[in-house]
């Protein structure tokens, strides 16, 4: 591994780790607020709309509009040679909820903002899981 | 329910460590530098300091407290605030009331971080939690990514293109020229710009600020402190800060200052017409569009249009980022959020050798850090005025 792309990994909490579960089963797994009903951000401590802690897990879509893209020109992950392509996307269920995401296919090339796209989930050799551009269209 | 104003707190002593592309030093021996340098300007005795406001990445994990027992300085009123690219607008509001107050009498207000090779891609990696959770993973963790996702959205949005940030990047470049603390300043052309290597896209190198070693840092205290000791000082008429402010816009385009620009300038007495000169937070020109635009000089989506109408330079009709913003001086961490307040403070009390903008009264900073992968968190300005 180059040493100048290492950097730390996320740290599983208590309150993220079925995020993270879900990720490694290829599944887009976020927290429904049982008070307020609303859907949180995947690395929320707790439901940021009303603070409470009473959340269930809801497996969501993958469904997702494209907000913004980059392509990387430097090197930024170890094994992923540059240009990277990398979106930033809102969920189907809940559009205030944002994710990123790697496009290694370039499958967002192209594509206006709004675009409809669909999320999976790859992991690395260390277990790490991260989100990735697996379709484009609802 | 309306802040109180400021009641005649002023800034004095502005002190610029000069700037180094890479140093082995440490953030430190940056900030004792200034502190120095703070005492020589202002012919005071170290222990006539009671008050210290730091800012500083490299510090961690020492905060203020050891910067005291370092320096050997003893104060009766101490803050650190680890706020990035907004530190010198927070700082100066903090120190403000303590001096209001008398919890101090001179506050000194030091931002400084060093640089080593690597350094900046080892601070990124742990800038913060939600980046090293949410886009580290996906090789998307540092300023460049997260400003271009900004860039991309914005020239979406508004139908901006590339020449209208390499207008912003070649004046604020011809601003350097005659400031020596500047690391670039060799001028640029549009043409250089737009042939500038893509780094993150659609942001270009030449859009980047370059990350250095460094410290800058002023003197607050009330006035009539700076009046008997014969200090070159100007006023702080009004300052804001704002953090995490629209937090459900999906990617950011605009920042807290459009949410408080008119407390600003009520406070102030003075429109964005009444401005002599504006020092933004320069780090990528898609944020110095967003300042233009809500700090209220032209409308949402018109910052570029307003570049290119008007003459940044200091005998321009809109000097702006007079010194040539980081930019061109380079970004010298935390330091790079007390540039603006700096050169401000230059121009007001006529010390901005070889490029003063004349007869300027009036000069708006603004400040902008934190940013959290997808969006800038803090946001903050001040109006200052010559005495």
């Known amino acids: 591994m180059d040493s100048t792309l290492d950097r730390p990994l996320p740290v599983t909490t208590l309150e993220t780790e079925p995020f993270w579960e879900g990720a490694r089963a290829g599944r887009l797994v976020l927290m429904r607020c049982a008070e307020c009903g609303r859907l949180a951000p995947p690395l929320a401590p707790r439901c940021p709309a009303c603070l409470s802690a009473a959340r269930a897990p809801q497996t969501c879509s993958g469904r997702v509009s494209l907000r913004g893209r980059t392509v990387l020109h430097l090197p930024a992950l170890p094994g992923h040679p540059p240009p990277l392509v990398v979106v930033e996307c809102a969920v189907a269920e809940e559009p205030a909820v944002m994710l990123v995401a790697l496009d290694p296919e370039g499958i967002s090339e192209r594509l206006p903002p709004g675009a409809a796209l669909r999320l999976g989930f790859a992991t690395e050799a260390n277990g790490q899981a991260y989100a990735v551009v697996a379709g484009a269209g609802a | 329910m309306s802040r109180a104003a400021f009641r005649d707190v002023v800034l004095a002593c502005p002190v610029s460590v000069p700037y180094e592309r890479f140093s082995a030093r440490g953030a430190q021996y940056f900030i004792g530098t200034a502190l120095r340098g703070l005492l020589a300007e202002g012919g005071l005795a170290k222990r006539e300091v009671d008050g210290l406001c730091a800012s500083s990445f490299s510090l961690f994990p020492d905060s203020g407290i050891g910067l005291l027992r370092a320096l050997g300085l003893e104060a009766t009123w101490l803050d650190t605030i680890p706020l990035g690219g907004a530190s010198g607008i927070v700082a100066l509001r903090r120190a403000a009331r303590a001096v209001e107050s008398g919890d101090a009498d001179i506050v000194a207000c030091i931002a400084g971080d060093t640089c080593a090779p690597g350094g900046f891609r080892e601070a990124t990696a742990r800038f913060s939690q939600a980046s090293q959770d949410a886009v580290y993973p996906v090789g998307a963790g540092g300023p460049n990514a997260s400003f271009a996702m900004i860039t991309d959205h914005y020239m979406r949005r508004f139908g901006a293109v590339a020449e209208d940030f390499g207008r912003l990047c070649v004046a604020q470049r011809a601003n350097a020229g005659p400031n020596p603390r500047a690391l670039l300043r060799k001028p640029i052309t549009l043409e250089e710009y737009l042939a500038s290597r893509p780094i993150s896209a659609p942001v270009r190198l030449l859009d980047c600020v370059m990350p250095c ?164 968190l803090s946001c903050g300005a001040a109006v200052l005025a010559a005495a």
Request: hydrophobic content about 40%.
């Open chain 2, 213 to 376: 070693a460094g410290a800058e840092a002023f003197l607050v205290m009330r006035r009539e402190e700076a009046e008997a000791r014969g200090l070159p000082h100007c006023h702080l008429l009004a300052a804001t800060e704002r953090h995490n402010a629209y937090a459900d816009d999906p990617v950011q385009e605009r920042g807290g200052w459009a949410a408080d620009r008119e407390t600003l300038f009520a406070a102030a007495g003075v429109t964005p017409a009444g401005v002599d000169l504006f020092q933004s937070y320069d780090d990528y020109p898609v944020i110095s569009f967003l300042q233009l635009e809500d700090l209220g000089f032209c409308a949402k989506g018109e910052a570029g249009a307003f570049v290119a109408a008007h003459d940044l330079s200091t005998t321009g009709d809109f000097p702006m980022n007079t010194g040539g913003g980081q930019h061109s001086t380079g970004q010298a961490g935390a330091a790079g959020g007390f540039l603006g307040l700096t050169e401000t403070l230059r121009q007001l009390t006529g010390a901005a050798e070889g490029r003063a903008v004349p007869g300027a009264r009036i000069g708006l900073v603004s400040g902008f850090g934190m940013i959290a992968y997808d969006r800038g």
